[in-house]
C-alpha cells in the first residue's frame, strides 16, 4: 500500500505515535531506523511493547535500504520512524526512496552541542546538514509535535538556527 508518515522522533514509538498518528494515518506496521536503535536489546524490547498491536521491525540503516523497498511494495500501510533525521539522509543517499516526500519532525530534544529552536526541538550541524541533503531531494520538511499543532517549515526553523551564535 505505502508509507502513510515518515517521522523523527528521538523517542521512536510512544504514546503519541499509537495513540494519536496512527489515527490519522493508515497503519498496520512501524519500521524503526536507527544503527544505536537497532543495537540496543533492551530498547528494541520497549519499543516493540509501545507499539501496542502494531507489528514493529527495528532496523540499521543497511538493513533498512531492502526493507523500505519492500515496505513500498507490500500490502500493508508502513510508518518510517527514525530517532535522527542523519539516518534517513543515510538511507537517501544509498538511493533508497522513502516512498513519501513529507518529513515530520517530532520531538529532537536538547543534547550536548544542539541549538534549541523551540518547543522539543534541538538540532546539532550534522542534523542541519541532513535536513539541507533531504530537502535538497525533494523531501519536505515539516515540524510538527501532534497533529493538531501549527506546521513549521524547515526555512522557519533553518532561519532560527542560523539566528543563533
Not at 538511493?95 to 517530532?106: C, H
Amino acid at each position: 500500500m505505502s508509507i502513510s508518515l515518515i517521522r523523527v522522533d528521538d523517542r521512536v514509538i510512544h504514546g503519541q505515535t499509537t495513540t494519536r498518528w496512527s489515527k490519522l494515518r493508515p497503519v498496520q506496521s512501524i519500521m524503526a531506523i536507527g544503527d544505536d536503535v537497532a543495537k540496543d536489546e533492551l530498547r528494541k524490547r520497549v519499543l516493540k511493547a509501545a507499539a501496542g498491536n502494531l507489528k514493529v521491525g527495528i532496523y540499521s540503516v543497511d538493513q533498512a535500504v531492502d526493507k523500505v523497498s519492500r515496505a513500498i511494495e507490500s500490502d500493508k500501510d508502513f510508518f518510517i520512524i527514525s530517532n535522527s533525521p542523519q539516518y534517513l539522509s543515510k538511507l537517501v543517499e544509498k538511493g533508497v526512496e522513502l516512498g513519501k516526500k513529507e518529513i515530520n519532525i517530532g520531538p529532537m530534544n536538547s543534547r550536548a552541542g544542539a541549538k534549541v529552536l523551540g518547543r522539543t526541538v534541538a538540532i546539532d550541524e550534522k542534523d542541519y546538514e541532513a535536513f539541507e541533503f533531504l530537502e535538497s531531494k525533494g523531501y519536505v520538511i515539516q515540524f510538527q509535535l501532534l497533529p493538531d499543532d501549527d506546521i513549521k517549515s524547515w526555512s522557519t526553523m533553518k532561519a532560527k538556527y542560523n539566528e543563533i551564535k
